[in-house]
């Protein structure tokens, strides 16, 4: 048989390549939430993703044309999207070892372990959509039955299958991810594509696309296996973990899990980590702390802290994910500052919606040891600067890599181009404060002002007084049109990692 004619045959292949569309694209949208839990959702990730999917499509077109010329048979086409549906239906479990394999390599800041599994993934995926590809050009060879309609034909085929992609990107986005997870969601596209290839195969190959929706009934068990683990979750936003180490402490780890988000200890608000850098900076004002913004309050660690340190300040907390901040209610006593306001938002969107002004405002919603892009640019550090009160000042937690400083210093000339001060803290080895004063504070009145403040924090403060220095970058200031920071990040990463480098952990001195 070397067309598929009648009305019949046409609805068999538009349903065919409908579903088609489906699974090629429903398979990319629910891969790129496999592979957030250890690679994150950056630009980088997301263009390793799409060039993928679009090289192993443009093999599957090829494919698909040659083979339908050779061998233009209906059932032929039909165990190609049934091929397909099994390969799809085996990725979220031959994926974990890969993924484990990369977990380690990120551990260890080693290139060719991360390249290499990352890669691998990713090849998971290319066989069932590459399969998919060659579903399009195969069903035009079957349904052109004359000439002079093949332009139709192509047109009403081609129409049905970008019909199905749209389908395949916002269902599992919207609805299947949130609702039943990612494996499952998986396992609900292989049972789609067996479904469609009944239409050429017959009625009774329905039985694999029954056995492929009762896996749906498989436990998914954990993302990420760790000692430890006492909740994940995947929201609309990213893959969430709690994870309690042996001497109570919490952690939060968001998507890739190489940065911790929040720490939580039942017996201190300090943590030794980052959050402890910010409980120093209020003395820098001169006067009483009255009025702060945390963008990207995670589950509120920062937040915990200042309602102990400086309990008469109101605090605006805000998270973009609605999930993360019921994680810090439930883990990380998030509800302990009576004057902190959580808001569910966006952290450029919400500062330019508020009509408050700030004394300081901390800026650590960068999802290590990527920078969102849009809150790196002059015309954010613009919007900063009219939400401060005179005399205030911003706080950026900017990831650096010990001997590299072409982050900070990006993000400290771009700052500096909307404030009159900038300086430079390096409070620990992979994380360098830098502050924006919208006062030209003489560096003896720093001083001076660090003097006061808690007891408690009198080390904090006494480090911060002896490595803050002025920031000094020149270059061109990054803008909303143009801020290449994933560009930069990589590059700091990899010259890292080439000089042998080691992710360890690092305390500032408040730590009990």
């Keep these: 048989?070397?067309?598929?004619?009648?009305?019949?045959?046409?609805?068999?292949?538009?349903?065919?390549?409908?579903?088609?569309?489906?699974?090629?694209?429903?398979?990319?949208?629910?891969?790129?939430?496999?592979?957030?839990?250890?690679?994150?959702?950056?630009?980088?990730?997301?263009?390793?993703?799409?060039?993928?999917?679009?090289?192993?499509?443009?093999?599957?077109?090829?494919?698909?044309?040659?083979?339908?010329?050779?061998?233009?048979?209906?059932?032929?086409?039909?165990?190609?999207?049934?091929?397909?549906?099994?390969?799809?239906?085996?990725?979220?479990?031959v994926a974990r070892p890969f993924l484990d394999l990369t977990v380690e390599g990120l551990d260890e800041a080693t290139a060719g372990a991360v390249v290499g599994s990352f890669v691998a993934v990713l090849l998971l995926c290319a066989p069932p959509v590459v399969l998919l590809g060659m579903v399009s050009p195969f069903a035009i060879r079957l349904a052109v039955s004359s000439i002079a309609t093949a332009g139709a034909v192509a047109g009403r085929l081609y129409a049905l299958s970008t019909a199905g992609s749209l389908l395949g990107t916002f269902l599992p986005a919207?609805?299947?991810?949130?609702?039943?997870?990612?494996?499952?969601?998986?396992?609900?596209?292989?049972?789609?594509?067996?479904?469609?290839?009944?239409?050429?195969?017959?009625?009774?190959?329905?039985?694999?696309?029954?056995?492929l929706a009762a896996l749906v009934a498989v436990p998914p068990g954990a993302v990420k296996a760790m000692s430890g683990l006492i909740h994940e979750e995947t929201?609309?936003?990213?893959?969430?973990?709690?994870?309690?180490?042996?001497?109570?402490?919490?952690?939060?780890?968001?998507?890739?899990?190489?940065?911790?988000h929040s720490v939580w200890r039942p017996d201190s608000v300090l943590t030794g980590g980052v959050w402890d850098a910010y409980l120093a900076l209020p003395p820098l004002l001169g006067r009483e702390l009255e009025r702060v913004a945390i963008l990207g309050n995670a589950a509120g660690t920062t937040a915990r802290a200042l309602g102990v340190y400086y309990p008469q300040a109101e605090i605006d907390g805000v998270e973009l994910d609605p999930a993360v901040s019921r994680v810090g209610r439930r883990y990380f006593g998030l509800e302990d500052?009576?004057?902190?306001t959580v808001h569910d938002a966006d952290a450029r969107p919400f500062l330019r919606s508020t009509d408050e002004r700030y004394d300081l405002?901390?800026?650590?919603?960068?999802?290590?040891?990527?920078?969102?892009?849009?809150?790196?640019?002059?015309?954010?550090?613009?919007l900063v600067r009219e939400r401060l009160a005179p005399g205030g000042i911003v706080a950026l937690?900017?990831?650096?890599?010990?001997?590299?400083?072409?982050?900070?210093?990006?993000?400290?000339?771009?700052?500096?181009?909307?404030?009159p001060r900038v300086l430079e803290w390096p409070a620990l080895r992979f994380n360098t404060i830098v502050l924006g004063l919208t006062e030209p504070v003489s560096p003896a009145a720093l001083r001076t002002r660090l003097e006061t403040?808690?007891?408690?924090?009198?080390?904090?403060?006494?480090?911060?007084?002896?490595?803050?220095?002025?920031?000094?970058?020149?270059?061109?200031?990054?803008?909303?049109?143009?801020?290449?920071?994933?560009?930069?990040?990589?590059?700091?990463?990899?010259?890292?990692?080439?000089?042998?480098?080691?992710?360890?952990?690092?305390?500032?001195?408040?730590?009990p």
């Design 361 to 382: 405002i901390v800026v650590d919603a960068y999802h290590q040891p990527y920078v969102p892009f849009y809150l790196a640019t002059r015309e954010f550090f613009a």
């Design 174 to 211: 919207l609805v299947l991810i949130p609702a039943i997870g990612t494996q499952r969601t998986f396992l609900v596209i292989a049972a789609l594509l067996a479904a469609s290839s009944c239409f050429l195969l017959g009625a009774r190959y329905l039985v694999v696309a029954a056995v």
């Design 453 to 511: 403040g808690p007891g408690a924090l009198a080390p904090l403060r006494e480090l911060l007084a002896r490595d803050a220095r002025p920031l000094e970058a020149t270059g061109r200031a990054w803008t909303d049109d143009r801020a290449p920071v994933e560009w930069v990040t990589d590059r700091m990463i990899v010259s890292f990692a080439a000089r042998g480098g080691r992710l360890e952990e690092d305390y500032l001195p408040t730590r």
């Design 235 to 260: 929201s609309y936003h990213q893959y969430i973990q709690v994870v309690e180490r042996s001497d109570g402490r919490r952690l939060l780890y968001l998507n890739e899990g190489v940065a911790v």
């Design 397 to 419: 937690n900017v990831a650096a890599v010990p001997g590299d400083k072409r982050l900070v210093s990006a993000i400290g000339r771009t700052l500096a181009a909307e404030l």
């Design 337 to 340: 500052n009576p004057r902190l």
């Design 1 to 93: 048989m070397n067309s598929v004619t009648g009305r019949r045959g046409d609805l068999a292949l538009s349903a065919l390549v409908f579903g088609a569309g489906i699974g090629a694209l429903g398979t990319e949208i629910t891969a790129s939430r496999l592979l957030a839990p250890y690679f994150g959702s950056s630009t980088i990730v997301w263009a390793n993703l799409i060039g993928i999917v679009l090289a192993a499509l443009a093999l599957g077109y090829w494919l698909g044309g040659r083979v339908a010329d050779r061998r233009p048979q209906p059932p032929l086409l039909g165990l190609l999207v049934l091929g397909a549906a099994v390969f799809v239906a085996a990725i979220p479990f």
